[in-house]
């Protein structure tokens, strides 16, 4: 009885799994749900972005002030260093730039150029003045042939030492000292510039003479002396056909004028007729009151223009017509003690005739 009893009285649940089961249950909760001090604030955040945009900034600033400072720093090869030799040294000195001469590191650019960096660039300055000058000189040499070939005066070849003594009188040269390097540069690069296009030659006393090409001199020739040149080459052409045109001409005005005169003398005929019709018909319906001819000159100084009555001949053909017409009389008659000669109309009048077509 006594063992059995043993056997069936329970066992006291220990300490141990109680305090094991609640630290499992503490440590799952910490594993759902993390501290809120394991994460950094916004505030934080944002410190610690500035600050490494800070020091990326002064490193990528440090780091091109040293590439710019080395760079710099590097001394120029001199110019009789042969650069393409394996034993250049090009890694602890700059190559010398074309247009430029370097002696001890130190770069110097040519006359008519400047330095620009590590380059020798061209003087644009120096560039315009010499074009100017050369133009000047173009204009002043073609010019001078251009009237020679028009006239036969002036001057075609000029020596070189009197147009670089001329340029020094120049306007655009007194920008420049004349102790200057660049003042003798620009005069020689404008006698380069202009010796590329005109003609040149040696005279008898060994000096170098210059003149402007005779296809740009035709540029500067006057438009008068194009014109009388042209004429005196085709002269041979141009003689016959104004000769001919002129011709034509007075032969179309004489015929005009013909035609004309023609015209005007036979209508002067009709008025003189139709005048002295209606004064025959007036003097017959006024019962003789009204004298039935007509005074020559009065009618002439009538119905002639004042230009008309300076040319006798248009009058007389007038005349002419009306002594061949056979229904004018024509006789002289004194009038104040002066001897006129009148006409008078001898044919039907128009009452005449309209009696004659109802009859």
Not at 17 to 36: C, D, I, K
Not at 53 to 62: D, K, R
Not at 182 to 199: C, F, I, Q, S
Not at 297 to 324: A, F, G, M, T
């Amino acid at each position: 009885m006594s063992s059995s009893t043993k056997k069936k009285r329970p066992k006291p649940k220990s300490n141990s799994s109680s305090s094991s089961s609640s630290s499992s249950s503490s440590s799952w909760s910490w594993m759902t749900e993390p501290p809120q001090s394991l994460f950094p604030s916004k505030q934080d955040l944002l410190r610690l972005i500035t600050v490494v945009a800070i020091a990326s900034s002064v490193a990528l600033t440090c780091n091109y002030l040293a590439n710019f400072l080395n760079s710099t720093s590097k001394p120029f090869c001199d110019s009789n260093l042969l650069l393409d030799s394996p034993q250049s040294p090009t890694d602890s000195c700059e190559p010398c730039p074309s247009n430029g001469e370097c002696h001890q590191g130190k770069l110097e650019c040519f006359h008519g150029y400047r330095k620009h960096g590590k380059l020798c660039v061209e003087d644009g300055d120096i560039n315009e003045t010499a074009g100017r000058l050369s133009r000047w000189v173009e204009n002043r040499l073609c010019r001078a042939y251009a009237q020679f070939l028009c006239d036969g005066t002036g001057s075609i070849w000029v020596e070189e030492n009197d147009i670089w003594n001329d340029l020094e009188g120049h306007e655009l040269m007194k920008i420049f000292e004349l102790d200057n390097p660049v003042y003798l540069y620009t005069k020689k690069r404008t006698m380069e510039t202009v010796g590329r296009y005109l003609e040149s030659r040696t005279n008898s006393y060994g000096m170098k003479e210059l003149k402007c090409p005779e296809l740009l001199a035709e540029h500067y020739k006057p438009l008068s002396c194009r014109i009388h040149q042209w004429v005196s080459t085709h002269a041979l052409i141009i003689v016959p056909v104004c000769s001919l045109l002129v011709g034509c001409l007075l032969l179309l005005w004489k015929v005009h004028r013909r035609r004309y005169f023609a015209i005007r003398v036979e209508e002067l005929y009709h008025q003189v007729c139709e005048i002295l019709e209606e004064n025959a018909l007036m003097s017959k319906s006024v019962n003789g009151e009204c004298e039935p001819w007509v005074v020559a000159s009065r009618l002439r100084d009538h119905l002639l223009l004042p230009k008309e009555r300076k040319d006798p001949v248009i009058w007389k053909k007038v005349e002419e017509l009306v002594q061949e017409d056979s229904r004018v009389d024509q006789y002289p008659k004194l009038l104040k003690g002066e001897s006129k000669v009148v006409w008078e109309w001898q044919g039907a009048s128009f009452g005449d005739k309209r009696l004659s077509r109802i009859m």
